[in-house]
């Protein structure tokens, strides 16, 4: 019997029931759960090459037929009701995959994720670069979403996002908010952002900054008043800035250097932890909001490094917002939201973390 949607979308409840992140989907083998970082094989039947096929042919929505037809596809998929899916299939040893991440329909608020509030200042920032950096699958979209969700019932303004692909479809509130997908409504990143500039934008969302170009573009954007959001794949602050100045020829690197000192609202890093609670995933964020000191550093007039301790200076009443990973993990524990063990796992510096922790 063919593999019909309705099977996908029983697998999809499964999924959503145990708090999947993503669903991997393989040749000759039952398909497998993320739950809290870990993969959980699903108590099914081992799939067919045609079973995986006839799942491609549903997410695409087309009927071609052999696996090569759908190597390196990127789409999404909603499933009415439930989720949406973000999925891309490949092939591998003669075999076809397929990794679904599932997104919830519901946009995120940031009283939902247990945010910070100074991340309601930032989004709410008329003009500057912020970044969302962290791994694949540390949550980076659904950050971005939700920034764009509070703009959208804060701001009367014109919202462009250029997405590969569309994750979450935001409603019209007090903002316009146009979304635009690569490939399908527009060819790549640097043209609809170049397009973007002409389309009287208040916010421009891109979904990822992947080359000098699509950086510089970003920096022009900020410059002439825009609030730019984007992501970048890179763990902490400083690894961030050091990756976008590394990005251009070394005899523009100075002038990089400038701009983005000029340009940066801030940066915020992320790590997933597995909550207490079972299937729970926790968000520890570091927050780097470019301070006087900050743009010192950016520019080389003091060493990069010192950023460190302006992050964890930032924390409290008189600080600037910003916070360091180990201080937001700290406070996780404390609030009994993961165990001592994933805390000091996750920590910066194990034994300056079990230290602070005596000492309170």
């Given at each position: 019997?063919?593999?019909?949607?309705?099977?996908?979308?029983?697998?999809?409840?499964?999924?959503?029931?145990?708090?999947?992140?993503?669903?991997?989907?393989?040749?000759?083998?039952?398909?497998?759960?993320?739950?809290?970082g870990?993969?959980?094989?699903?108590?099914?039947?081992?799939?067919?090459?045609?079973?995986?096929?006839?799942?491609?042919?549903?997410?695409?929505?087309?009927?071609?037929?052999?696996?090569?037809?759908?190597n390196?596809?990127?789409?999404?998929?909603?499933?009415?009701?439930?989720?949406?899916?973000?999925?891309?299939?490949?092939?591998?040893?003669?075999?076809?995959?397929?990794?679904?991440?599932?997104?919830?329909?519901?946009?995120?608020?940031?009283?939902?994720?247990?945010?910070?509030?100074?991340?309601?200042?930032?989004?709410?920032?008329?003009?500057?670069?912020?970044?969302?950096?962290?791994?694949?699958?540390?949550?980076?979209?659904?950050?971005?979403?939700?920034?764009?969700?509070?703009?959208?019932?804060?701001?009367?303004?014109?919202?462009?996002?250029?997405?590969?692909?569309?994750?979450?479809?935001?409603?019209?509130?007090?903002?316009?908010?146009?979304?635009?997908?690569?490939?399908?409504?527009?060819?790549?990143?640097?043209?609809?952002?170049?397009?973007?500039?002409?389309?009287?934008?208040?916010?421009?969302?891109?979904?990822?900054?992947?080359?000098?170009?699509?950086?510089?573009?970003?920096?022009?954007?900020?410059?002439?008043?825009?609030?730019?959001?984007?992501?970048?794949?890179?763990?902490?602050?400083?690894?961030?800035?050091g990756?976008?100045?590394?990005?251009?020829?070394?005899?523009?690197?100075e002038d990089?250097?400038?701009?983005?000192?000029?340009?940066?609202?801030?940066?915020?890093?992320?790590?997933?932890?597995?909550?207490?609670?079972?299937?729970?995933?926790?968000?520890?964020?570091?927050?780097?909001?470019?301070?006087?000191?900050?743009?010192?550093?950016?520019?080389g007039?003091?060493?990069?490094?010192?950023?460190?301790?302006i992050?964890?200076?930032?924390?409290?009443?008189?600080?600037?917002?910003?916070?360091?990973?180990?201080?937001?993990?700290?406070?996780?524990?404390?609030?009994?939201?993961?165990?001592?063990?994933?805390?000091?796992?996750?920590?910066?510096?194990?034994?300056?973390?079990?230290?602070?922790?005596?000492?309170?």
């Amino acid at each position: 019997m063919a593999f019909q949607e309705k099977h996908l979308t029983s697998l999809v409840k499964v999924g959503l029931e145990h708090g999947a992140s993503d669903i991997h989907i393989r040749t000759g083998e039952p398909p497998c759960l993320r739950i809290r970082g870990d993969l959980v094989p699903v108590q099914t039947r081992d799939f067919s090459i045609n079973d995986v096929l006839d799942v491609a042919r549903i997410l695409t929505k087309t009927n071609k037929e052999t696996i090569h037809d759908y190597n390196e596809q990127d789409g999404s998929f909603e499933i009415p009701g439930f989720c949406r899916l973000r999925f891309n299939t490949f092939v591998y040893n003669k075999s076809i995959g397929i990794i679904l991440r599932i997104v919830n329909t519901k946009v995120p608020s940031f009283e939902d994720l247990g945010f910070s509030t100074v991340l309601k200042k930032i989004a709410l920032s008329q003009r500057g670069l912020v970044m969302v950096t962290g791994a694949t699958g540390s949550g980076k979209s659904t950050t971005l979403a939700a920034m764009i969700h509070y703009i959208n019932r804060k701001r009367h303004c014109h919202i462009v996002t250029i997405e590969d692909p569309i994750e979450y479809v935001h409603q019209q509130e007090y903002s316009r908010v146009t979304q635009r997908e690569i490939g399908i409504d527009t060819p790549n990143f640097t043209s609809a952002l170049r397009a973007a500039m002409r389309q009287d934008p208040d916010v421009i969302l891109i979904g990822e900054m992947r080359d000098p170009e699509t950086i510089s573009i970003a920096l022009k954007a900020a410059e002439t008043g825009h609030l730019v959001l984007s992501t970048v794949h890179t763990t902490d602050a400083i690894t961030t800035i050091g990756r976008v100045i590394s990005m251009f020829p070394p005899k523009e690197q100075e002038d990089v250097r400038k701009r983005l000192a000029e340009n940066l609202t801030a940066t915020v890093s992320q790590r997933m932890l597995k909550g207490i609670k079972k299937s729970n995933i926790v968000i520890a964020q570091e927050i780097m909001i470019n301070t006087p000191g900050v743009r010192e550093c950016i520019l080389g007039e003091e060493s990069i490094s010192r950023i460190n301790t302006i992050i964890m200076q930032g924390r409290g009443k008189e600080g600037s917002g910003s916070q360091s990973f180990d201080q937001h993990i700290t406070e996780l524990y404390q609030k009994g939201k993961i165990s001592k063990e994933t805390a000091i796992e996750a920590a910066t510096s194990e034994s300056d973390f079990i230290q602070k922790l005596l000492i309170e």
